[in-house]
């Protein structure tokens, strides 16, 4: 009896024993890969550090040190650009950019008037007729994740096809600071992806993006602030009904939440790397590509905020930075980020670079007999430090170098490469005549979300937008 006793005791133990070491297995597995398996292929880590301008991050010399994490790649071997151009002035059109490698005139997401003037029904998503990063990856056999902390890169709008595993913020700032890193953490355990397939992560970073959150204490470079929403301190600035003290100190106010925002999105850059390395995912090959969609107004030419039909430097031009361990590849200064899909595909860079484009569709006035090219757009074109801007059939250049602030816009209708950017315009205006119109549910679908969000602004008049 007592030795049947402890042949059940012993075999009891061995069951035990087997359970936890199932557990373990699995959980290494979860862990990340095994030690000296080797994978087919990169992993491709692609961020997006929404709403982020480039002459706010210390990266490309601005006085307060926004962005030590991005500076401390560059130190380990990362290549990075600081006048690269995004390819929009918001966040739908730019990502769409980002995903097909194609501007506006061909994947013609986005929304009529831009963010400032757009009306119930003028939204269109990212359309199914364009392969997309994730379907072009996982053709190659990748596992694909989505992170977002911007719920405008969402399944309504077209962002998720592809891809295998989604997590999107439905608010911001839903999954801002850490919690973009441990909902990463629980996404990868949930999802269990094979450790010898190579994995292509998606992630937008969205701290920057308004509503900012309070400057606490102790940050150092900048004063406690309280947090800060765009509304209703927007409308009363660009409608000059600030007295010019309330103006300044609202302006102050604006800066200092904007420049924390900037700081606590490279701090959730580094949580995110760091759970990515801790579960194995960085002990191989991988490259690394980070830029932003957009930038911000934070006063310049009387505007607040993003997503208007203007090219300011401020609201587009972003950091582009690029790392592999296959080795460098070398960024000219002035990048457009739409490059960023090709490196996310293929790690290089376009032959040739495609030309540096920044579009957003208008409202067309309707009264308008004759249309002449960017009437239901407008669009933007960087070539050696001189920016060109057509509206309605009109071009103006801009010299970056001698005019930074862009307080003196020149005629360019007869510059060189006017003649490309009326002929991209035309493309624009028959890409937005040609849009398919949604079904009354999806209109409805869209409309709710983004007006939730604070996008759709009805009825709000132009703003002043001066030089």
């Given amino acids: 009896?007592?030795?049947?006793?402890?042949?059940?005791?012993?075999?009891?133990?061995?069951?035990?024993?087997?359970?936890?070491?199932?557990?373990?297995?699995?959980?290494?597995?979860?862990?990340?890969?095994?030690?000296?398996?080797?994978?087919?292929?990169?992993?491709?880590?692609?961020?997006?550090m929404d709403t982020v301008r480039a002459d706010r991050t210390s990266l490309c010399g601005y006085r307060h040190p926004t962005t030590p994490h991005l500076e401390a790649l560059v130190e380990s071997g990362a290549t990075h650009a600081c006048n690269s151009h995004s390819p929009s002035t918001w966040?739908?059109?730019?990502?769409?950019?980002?995903?097909?490698?194609?501007?506006?005139?061909?994947?013609?997401?986005?929304?009529?008037?831009?963010?400032?003037?757009?009306?119930?029904?003028?939204?269109?998503?990212?359309g199914p007729d364009l392969p997309t990063l994730a379907d072009e990856m996982s053709a190659r056999g990748y596992?694909?994740?989505?992170?977002?902390?911007?719920?405008?890169?969402?399944?309504?709008?077209?962002?998720?096809?592809?891809?295998?595993?989604?997590?999107?913020?439905?608010?911001?700032?839903?999954?801002?600071?850490?919690?973009?890193?441990e909902r990463l953490e629980g996404q990868l355990r949930v999802a269990r992806f094979d450790p010898t397939r190579p994995l292509f992560a998606f992630i937008n970073i969205a701290d920057p993006h308004a509503p900012w959150t309070e400057v606490p204490e102790g940050v150092g470079f900048l004063p406690p602030r309280s947090g800060?929403?765009?509304?209703?301190?927007?409308?009363?600035?660009?409608?000059?009904?600030m007295s010019e003290k309330e103006a300044?100190?609202?302006?102050?106010?604006?800066?200092?939440?904007?420049?924390?925002?900037?700081?606590?999105?490279?701090?959730?850059?580094?949580?995110?790397?760091?759970?990515l390395e801790r579960r194995g995912w960085l002990d191989q090959s991988y490259r690394l590509i980070i830029t932003s969609d957009h930038g911000e107004y934070l006063g310049e030419h009387g505007m607040i905020e993003h997503g208007r039909p203007f090219f300011y430097e401020p609201v587009t031009r972003v950091p582009f930075?690029?790392?592999?361990?296959?080795?460098?590849?070398?960024?000219?200064?002035?990048?457009?980020?739409?490059?960023?899909?090709?490196l996310v595909r293929d790690g290089v860079l376009p032959t040739p670079l495609p030309p540096g484009f920044a579009s957003v569709f208008r409202n067309p006035d309707p009264a308008t007999a004759s249309r002449p090219p960017c009437s239901a757009a407008r669009s933007a074109l960087w070539r050696e430090g001189i920016k060109l801007v057509a509206d309605r059939g009109h071009v103006t250049r801009f010299d970056l170098a001698a005019d930074p602030k862009e307080s003196s816009p020149l005629p360019a209708d007869d510059h060189p490469a006017a003649g490309l950017l009326l002929a991209h315009c035309r493309a624009l205006d028959e890409a937005y005549a040609s849009r398919p119109t949604l079904d009354p549910e999806m209109d409805a679908s869209l409309t709710e979300q983004l007006r939730a969000l604070g996008y759709l602004q009805d009825d709000e008049p132009e703003p002043r937008a001066e030089p």
């Fill in 1 to 48: 009896m007592k030795k049947t006793r402890k042949r059940a005791v012993i075999v009891s133990l061995g069951l035990i024993l087997l359970v936890v070491l199932a557990f373990a297995a699995v959980e290494r597995l979860a862990l990340g890969p095994f030690a000296g398996e080797p994978r087919s292929a990169p992993v491709v880590i692609f961020v997006v």
């Fill in 91 to 126: 966040t739908l059109p730019s990502h769409a950019s980002f995903f097909t490698g194609v501007g506006l005139d061909r994947h013609r997401a986005g929304g009529g008037g831009g963010t400032a003037r757009m009306k119930t029904g003028s939204v269109m998503p990212l």
């Fill in 143 to 181: 596992q694909t994740l989505l992170l977002s902390g911007n719920p405008v890169v969402s399944e309504r709008l077209g962002f998720t096809r592809g891809f295998d595993q989604v997590a999107i913020g439905r608010r911001y700032p839903m999954m801002h600071d850490h919690r973009l890193a």
């Fill in 228 to 241: 800060m929403s765009i509304q209703p301190g927007r409308k009363r600035y660009e409608a000059g009904e």
């Fill in 248 to 275: 300044a100190e609202y302006l102050a106010h604006l800066s200092d939440v904007y420049d924390y925002a900037i700081l606590r999105a490279d701090r959730s850059l580094q949580m995110v790397l760091d759970v």
């Fill in 321 to 342: 930075l690029y790392f592999s361990t296959d080795g460098e590849v070398p960024l000219p200064d002035d990048v457009p980020s739409i490059v960023a899909h090709s």
